[in-house]
């Protein structure tokens, strides 16, 4: 089953309560925030307030993307503000064993974030104890760019990966995605599908989400 899961990067954040009622109505599976730090990546986004706030105002599951520097110190502090699941990047978390754990644990599901210049070997051994993968199809940081093409073949090889090993952890994917790919996308194993500006950038936010569904599901 495919999933999408708006990114609330490109939402209008001064009506963030109607930005998301629109999603929900559209039939989005979660909601995607990113939460910056203007280390890791050069950008700075939201933070605990936010999801705190969103939490209120919303029974979809929260879906936190950290793109922060040690991602451990705080991820206890996400699951309490109301995230139902917390993805780390390995490039920031040398302690994955520990920091995956430790979501599970606080009842959140657990993801492992990849760059896209990040070889998949480097998640291999996190595999049976994520819940998921994050899958960057973009260099994190901003809402609206490219989706980088060789990221296809990676997420081929990340589904080859998981399959063989006949483990559960799921794939999401995140950056670029819009109407024209995300066939493509789902065909090649993606099961959560990230989108920001080709949801937030329409006019009409629960129709982006209903056609984007829709798309995905053409390859079938
Ligand atoms: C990028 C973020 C993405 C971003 C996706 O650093 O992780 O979640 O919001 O936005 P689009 O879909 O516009 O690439
Ligand atoms: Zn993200």
Request: proline fraction near 5%; charge should be negative.
């Amino acid at each position: 089953m495919i999933e999408i899961a708006p990114s609330i990067l490109s939402a209008d954040f001064a009506r963030l309560a109607e930005e998301i009622e629109a999603v929900t109505r559209g039939g989005a599976s979660m909601l995607h925030v990113d939460v910056m730090d203007g280390h890791f990546v050069p950008n700075i986004t939201v933070g605990l307030p936010v999801v705190k706030a969103i939490a209120r105002t919303t029974k979809l599951p929260i879906d936190t993307h950290l793109m922060i520097e040690e991602p451990g110190l705080y991820v206890e502090r996400f699951i309490d503000a109301g995230a139902s699941l917390v993805s780390v990047h390995v490039e920031t978390e040398p302690h994955l064993h520990r920091t995956l754990t430790c979501i599970k644990e606080r009842g959140a599901q657990a993801g492992v974030a990849i760059n896209p210049a990040t070889p998949l070997v480097e998640i291999e051994e996190a595999l049976p104890y994520a819940d998921f993968v994050l899958l960057m199809s973009v260099n994190p940081g901003f809402g609206g760019q490219k989706f980088i093409e060789t990221s296809l073949d990676k997420l081929r090889r990340l589904r080859r990966m998981i399959d063989e090993r006949r483990l559960k952890t799921r794939i999401e994917i995140d950056g670029g995605i819009d109407r024209e790919n995300i066939a493509r996308i789902a065909e090649a194993g993606a099961e959560i599908i990230v989108a920001g500006s080709a949801i937030y950038g329409e006019e009409d936010p629960a129709e982006a989400v209903r056609a984007l569904r829709d798309a995905a599901l053409q390859w079938t």
